[in-house]
């Protein structure tokens, strides 16, 4: 075990939920929900005012509707406002460590020894305070809670501890002291299945999985996992910080609290998945030819499934299709407790085919990020269907979102991150004179 204080875990608070509080000035202080917002849609995150009614991550979002009061607001994810923002807090992260493990759109590990810095606990406390107060200057407001200790386990749980906004520091010692008391679902690995074969035995928390004894764990779990509970226990955790440059895979994964059976539900997760392995990857600069779905059944039973393409890409929208055709050489029908989508054969570089038609929503043909496409645009089609929550733009009164849409009409609120809350105009939704736009700058008063 380290001796010193060495990993911090760096995670955004809500941030899809925070993001769309940051540009659009009306929701700020009011329950959000970023997700699908239809039919079969699944909640992506909630904000901290929506979690007080019970709304949470992976919940349908119809049972989110009912536990939310009037009011709330339910958009669509705007991932190139997400990718923005992320892309800042990573930078920022950059400049601490040269070990950076970006884990995820809004989260990641830094190896604060690599970076030459006081490893006291006063001196790595100081230097987690800055870097909180950092991240919300550059980012417009958006908070992250900061864990820091002797391995990846006792940072990432530090870092959940005082959400949001929070800052846990695990002295070198005191990671059983810390860890004991919280409820054995804390640990990674420690799913409903689990949880419930512990609570028949019942170890409730870590501290009651300590204390049994490693045979008992092997003969209930299996080797691999009954070890491993063993060791997590006991916070013992070597894992190194492992910079995005030296990853081999990117990957993204989900574990449910009720198995799921519904095919549609399980194509809505895929999509989020896919989405967030595609983020990671324009993040990191990197592309990937090999995409891998992963499942695992109740019964701990884990089946990967992944084809490989002739040309890397980065679009999560390919990267989505190439796993539904995977997850569809899968039998489901006896449930799926967990369920993630990876890459491998990562290239820095990306060679998508010519005439390629799997664009995200939110790419811009002239982006630098896709240096295929041709120096203009090709004609806009007009759009008559418009995403509540989603970025335009109106000839006569300027930037606004979407507060909502229907009956072939569509209104907007006008404002931005740096205006007052703004008035609602309703238009026709075929209006020549609304296009659909890119994020706001929440760095320029509007």
Known sequence: MRREPVIAHVDLDAMFAAVEQRDKVSLRGRPVIVGGTAGRGVVATASYEARRYGARSAMPTAEARRRCPPGTAFLAPRFAAYRRTSEVV?????????????????????????????LSVPGVTALADRLKATIAAATGGVTASI?????????????????????????????????????????????PATDERLRRSGVRTIGDLARVPLPDLLDWFGQAHGAG?????????????????????LSAEETFDVDLTDRGRLGTEIDQLAGRVGARLRAAGLSARTVTVKIRHYDFTTITR???????????????????????????????????VG????????QDDL?????????????????????????ATPVTT??????????AYGPGWVWGSGL???????????????????FATDDPALHPADPPDWTVAS
């Open 306 to 340: 992944s084809l490989t393409r002739t040309q890397p890409t980065d679009d999560p929208r390919l990267v989505a299709q190439l796993a539904h055709r995977l997850l569809a050489e899968v039998d489901t029908s006896a449930g799926v407790r967990l369920l993630g």
């Open 90 to 118: 990573m930078a920022l992260l950059d400049d601490v460590s040269p070990l950076v493990e970006q884990v995820s759109i809004d989260e990641a590990y830094l190896d604060l020894g690599a970076g030459g810095h006081d």
């Open 386 to 395: 418009w995403r509540p929550g989603q970025d335009v733009r109106h000839d």
């Open 355 to 379: 005439f390629t038609t799997a664009t995200p929503d939110d790419a811009d043909p002239r982006s630098p990020e896709r240096p295929d496409a041709a120096a203009d645009p090709p004609p």
């Open 147 to 191: 864990g820091v200790g002797t391995s990846k386990l006792v940072a990432k749980i530090g870092s959940d501890l005082r959400k949001p906004d929070g800052l846990t520091v695990v002295a070198p010692g005191d990671e059983q002291a810390v860890l004991h008391p919280l409820p054995v679902t804390r640990l990674p690995g420690v799913g």
């Open 343 to 350: 890459v491998t054969t990562l290239a820095d570089f990306v």
């Open 408 to 426: 072939g009409r569509v209104s907007v609120r006008f404002e931005g991150p740096g205006t007052p809350p703004g008035p609602v105009r309703t």
């Open 229 to 249: 509970l063993y060791r997590l226990a006991r916070a013992d955790d070597e894992r190194p910080v492992i910079s995005e440059h030296e990853a081999k895979s």
